[in-house]
């Protein structure tokens, strides 16, 4: 990628981040269970297993597998495991988009929204897989903290190379949390409704794909 398009590049990923942490936030706010991070989830299901708790193993049972479900419907669009610009990824995000619009219309209000949250975070999170050489993730931040630790380690040995990747890691971490923000102040004025504002976000990063896309990649 030239300079300028891997700029516009970073900015979709930095806005994936963002969605990641909306989402998240909304549904810790609506339900008390992340939708994006499935260690915490898997250890509770242990948990539930243990004390016998059958209906949230149930519910997190169908979260996991919901995300899964994602991952799967990724692997059958993008087959290759790095970012392809032919592929139409602004297209599944306006879907998403527009999906949440209607069905919260339409009047879901309860815990199904987790389900359709952590299979629309487990599609963004398999789009693609390596970009310059990193796995790219926009939902959960357990490898980049690790990933951050070891590019620092290179660095202090006097390795300089990768130094970019530590302001990619962080620029993702901290969008994560500025969407984070942005839900919980939302909520705070209008409940619920917040997802409608994570529905918008959906269609205007799925559009500014496609502009992205017009600008560097269709002659």
Not at 14 to 38: C, D, E, K, R
Request: aromatic share 20%; net charge positive.
């Amino acid at each position: 990628m030239e300079r300028e398009e891997r700029f516009y590049f970073d900015i979709w990923i930095a806005l994936l981040s963002l969605l990641a942490g909306m989402v998240n936030v909304i549904s810790l706010l609506l339900f008390f269970i992340p939708a994006t991070h499935f260690t915490g989830n898997i250890t509770q299901f242990v948990l539930a297993f243990n004390e016998g708790d059958w209906a949230t193993m149930v519910e997190l049972l169908g979260l996991i597998l919901c995300f899964l479900g994602g991952g799967i419907l990724s692997g059958m669009l993008f087959s290759k495991k790095k970012f392809e610009p032919t592929k139409r990824y602004g297209l599944l995000l306006i879907l998403f988009g527009s999906m949440m619009l209607l069905l919260f219309i339409f009047g879901l209000r309860d815990e199904k929204w987790l389900y359709f949250f952590s299979f629309v975070v487990g599609t963004q999170n398999g789009m693609f897989i390596f970009y310059h050489g990193i796995i790219v993730r926009t939902s959960h931040f357990t490898g980049y903290l690790t990933d951050i630790g070891v590019v620092l380690g290179r660095l202090i040995r006097g390795q300089i190379k990768d130094r970019w990747k530590v302001l990619f890691y962080f620029t993702s971490m901290v969008c994560f949390g500025i969407g984070g923000t942005i839900s919980f102040l939302l909520y705070e004025k209008f409940g619920a409704a917040t997802i409608i504002a994570v529905g918008i976000g959906y269609i205007i990063v799925g559009s500014y794909y496609f502009s992205f896309r017009k600008a560097f990649y269709v002659k």
